[in-house]
């Protein structure tokens, strides 16, 4: 383990690994010593410190310091073991290669309308909102010569399940969300604005709660099935909503669920005419439940999800009105 430890320090400078995250030191003194704003804290004067040579860093405004293990266990609020799986993902090729596609497809939705007028016709149509969750669009047939000539393999396009076997892209005709997890793509959802079928992932894990990073911080949270509602909440207001993309939760998933037991949980699932989204709701709220969380369904009318009740009309008071008369358990 301690090998493995120095091996992967070694391939991921510390400097660079900080540069790669957007931060920007200037040189302090002959050796080499970079300095600039703490990424840990607030701060107007920098008093970051990394030494490139030793792979070290020391803050004299919080006055904590240490290797990069350190400092991805500091900003991303994780735990040594987990600090070091991130790292390893990091080197994994699959990562950057969907942080360039989750780009090019973002891109994109600026040069096709499509995507664009899908958005707006189910409601969504706020302009920050949309940079913010980095939503893109799929054409179709174009992502392929696009990440060759970033130079990525077609071996690894395939593996990566972007491209299908006849050399046909995953997503054709989508409107694509990133899910991120601790700030980096893990997997890429394609919602169909044509005829094809709505729900479309990479044949890779979901990956967290969406948002969960941001969302954990709020007492009340809201869950929903898809990640069109979960667009229309946050433009309506309601940040505190996060998305399992489907109603069956993945086993990370549900420990951040339960993470906290301050948290009281509003399921906003689908109110289908078959019911299933109803007893998806009914089930998780009795698994909630019996760990000792504080469960509220939330019931919307008969057919509807939260982003058909906002297309139909509904306003933000409404749907807190749902969540003021959800049913507890
Ligand atoms: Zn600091």
């Known amino acids: 383990m301690g090998e493995d430890l120095e091996r992967l320090k070694h391939r991921i400078p510390l400097l660079e690994y900080l540069q790669r995250h957007h931060w920007t030191g200037h040189r302090a003194g002959a050796h080499s010593e970079f300095v600039g704003l703490c990424p840990l804290h607030e701060e107007t004067h920098p008093s970051f410190y990394v030494n490139a040579q030793k792979n070290l860093f020391y803050c004299h405004g919080c006055g904590r310091g240490g290797d990069l293990i350190r400092l991805v266990e500091l900003s991303q609020h994780l735990s040594f073991r987990q600090s070091v799986t991130y790292l390893q993902e990091e080197l994994a090729p699959t990562s950057q290669l969907l942080e360039h596609t989750a780009g090019f497809y973002q891109l994109e939705l600026h040069r096709h309308p499509e995507g664009i007028h899908y958005l707006a016709q189910r409601g969504v149509h706020d302009p920050d909102l949309i940079e913010e969750l980095g939503i893109g669009y799929a054409r179709g047939g174009n992502l392929r ?27 054709c005709r989508r409107v694509i969300f990133p899910c991120r997890q601790h700030h980096r793509v893990v997997n ?10 709505p729900h479309r992932l990479l044949p890779h894990s979901k990956g967290g709660l969406f ?27 309601f940040r505190n909503t996060t998305c399992a993309i489907g109603t069956h939760l993945t086993a990370p998933q549900w420990t951040e669920l339960c993470e906290s037991c301050n948290h009281s949980i509003y399921l906003a699932f689908d109110q289908d005419y078959n019911q299933a989204g109803q007893r998806a709701a009914q089930a998780l709220a009795q698994r909630l439940h019996h760990v000792g969380l504080n469960v509220h369904i939330v019931h919307l009318p008969t057919g509807h999800d939260p982003i058909s009740y906002f297309a139909a009309g509904a306003t933000k008071s409404d749907f807190t009105r749902c969540l003021d008369e959800a049913e507890s358990l």
């Open 188 to 197: 890429l959802y394609g919602r169909s604005v044509g005829s094809a079928f």
């Open 211 to 237: 948002a969960w990073e941001s969302v954990r911080q709020f007492p009340d949270v809201i869950l929903v099935e898809g990640l069109l509602d979960l667009a229309v909440l946050w433009q309506e207001g």
């Open 145 to 171: 010569p696009h990440l060759m000539g970033l130079g990525y393999s077609l071996e690894l396009l395939l593996q990566a399940g972007l491209i299908s076997s006849p050399g046909r892209d995953a997503f």
